[in-house]
């Protein structure tokens, strides 16, 4: 993975954070509407090229980490209270919890998505479709993380510190993958299985966001639009 890719990961979730400052209230319609289309994204992303790429390797247990990765982002969202999908939980400062459990439920999530960046991928543009992913998804939890923490109560240097660490994560999974790839063991099928985790991770975390409905439990017409435009791109790339 080149040296770009890695700074994509970290600058994207830098900027999306920040912009918080920029614009200094984002509305929770236009949130989720971003959300809605990285949603898409990734549910086409992990239907159309994730999910033949790991079948191709021919293990037969690639399915049960698919339901691994799903089930382990359940259990990652109890520490991070479901930011992943756009859900702000404002925290007294006083919670002496608070941040630990929704950066340590964040930072894995984070981690594990950046393994198999540096996967050698059967296609050549699978490689491309997971980092704009992993980078479209990271974008708007960015902005959701720094909202959560400034209405918490935190100082600004401390919340931007905790967002420099969601953004290093991200590049910190792709290096050790990369470290993984250049050790003597055979990491073909610990790569197709990582990948499978993964995947189970995007096909919660989209399908959470694509079915959550509005407070009168219809979709409303401009996020079938949003949702419709994330998939429509993922399945041309």
Same mark, same amino acid.
């Given at each position: 993975? *080149?040296?770009?890719?890695?700074?994509?990961? $970290?600058?994207?979730? /830098?900027?999306? &954070?920040?912009?918080?400052?920029? $614009? @200094?209230?984002?509305?929770?319609?236009?949130?989720?509407?971003?959300?809605?289309? *990285?949603?898409?994204?990734?549910? %086409?992303?992990?239907?159309?090229? #994730? /999910?033949?790429?790991?079948?191709?390797?021919?293990?037969?247990?690639?399915?049960?980490?698919? $339901?691994?990765?799903?089930?382990?982002?359940?259990?990652?969202?109890?520490?991070?209270?479901?930011?992943?999908?756009?859900? /702000?939980?404002?925290?007294?400062?006083? =919670?002496?919890?608070?941040?630990?459990?929704?950066?340590?439920?964040?930072?894995?999530?984070?981690?594990?998505?950046?393994?198999?960046?540096?996967? =050698?991928?059967?296609?050549? &543009?699978?490689?491309?479709?997971?980092? %704009? &992913?992993?980078?479209?998804?990271?974008?708007?939890?960015?902005? %959701? !993380?720094?909202?959560?923490?400034?209405?918490?109560? #935190?100082?600004?240097?401390?919340?931007?510190?905790?967002?420099? !660490?969601? %953004?290093?994560?991200?590049?910190?999974?792709?290096?050790? &993958?990369?470290?993984?790839?250049?050790?003597?063991?055979?990491?073909?099928?610990?790569? =197709?299985?990582?990948?499978?985790?993964?995947?189970?991770?995007? #096909?919660?975390?989209?399908?959470?966001?694509?079915?959550?409905?509005?407070?009168?439990?219809? $979709? =409303?017409?401009? @996020?079938?639009?949003? /949702?419709?435009?994330?998939?429509?791109?993922?399945? #041309?790339?």
């Amino acid at each position: 993975m *080149s040296i770009f890719a890695y700074l994509l990961l $970290f600058i994207t979730v /830098i900027l999306g &954070g920040t912009s918080l400052f920029l $614009f @200094k209230k984002v509305s929770a319609v236009s949130l989720k509407l971003l959300l809605s289309f *990285s949603g898409a994204y990734l549910f %086409a992303i992990a239907v159309h090229h #994730l /999910i033949p790429e790991v079948y191709k390797s021919g293990d037969d247990k690639i399915g049960m980490f698919i $339901f691994l990765g799903f089930f382990l982002q359940i259990i990652l969202e109890f520490f991070s209270e479901g930011i992943e999908h756009g859900h /702000i939980h404002v925290h007294s400062k006083q =919670n002496a919890a608070f941040p630990y459990g929704v950066m340590t439920g964040l930072c894995l999530h984070s981690f594990l998505e950046g393994i198999p960046l540096t996967q =050698n991928f059967s296609e050549p &543009g699978v490689q491309q479709s997971l980092l %704009a &992913g992993i980078v479209m998804h990271h974008i708007p939890v960015a902005l %959701a !993380l720094m909202t959560m923490l400034m209405q918490s109560g #935190l100082k600004r240097n401390t919340a931007i510190f905790y967002l420099i !660490l969601f %953004a290093v994560m991200a590049p910190l999974g792709a290096f050790s &993958g990369s470290f993984l790839g250049h050790s003597d063991i055979n990491t073909t099928i610990l790569f =197709n299985r990582i990948m499978a985790v993964v995947i189970g991770i995007f #096909l919660h975390i989209s399908t959470t966001i694509l079915f959550e409905s509005n407070e009168q439990h219809r $979709f =409303n017409m401009k @996020k079938l639009f949003i /949702i419709m435009l994330g998939a429509g791109i993922a399945l #041309l790339t």
